[in-house]
């Protein structure tokens, strides 16, 4: 089907399912797109890294908690 076809058939259906179509491409745009340019922004940031720090990576796993409660440190440092 070419695009112009799409765009017609897309433009004949009700509001209602014009919006369904809308969020579920825009879903799919964004899983797409998310799981794309994180997993090259993260290479590409940990390539920037010298040799010996990369050999620290995942050496050290953060508990959720403490960074939790660190980051809820923080912001009462900022804020009050």
Known sequence: ???RELQQQALQLVISDRWLLVNSLL???QQETQSSVSASSTTEC???LAPWTQSLIGVIEPEAENMTLSYVD???EKYL
Do not use: D, P
Request: proline share 0%; no cysteine.
């Open 27 to 29: 879903t799919s745009i």
């Open 1 to 3: 089907m070419k695009w």
């Open 74 to 76: 923080y912001l009462e």
């Open 46 to 48: 940990l390539s920037n």
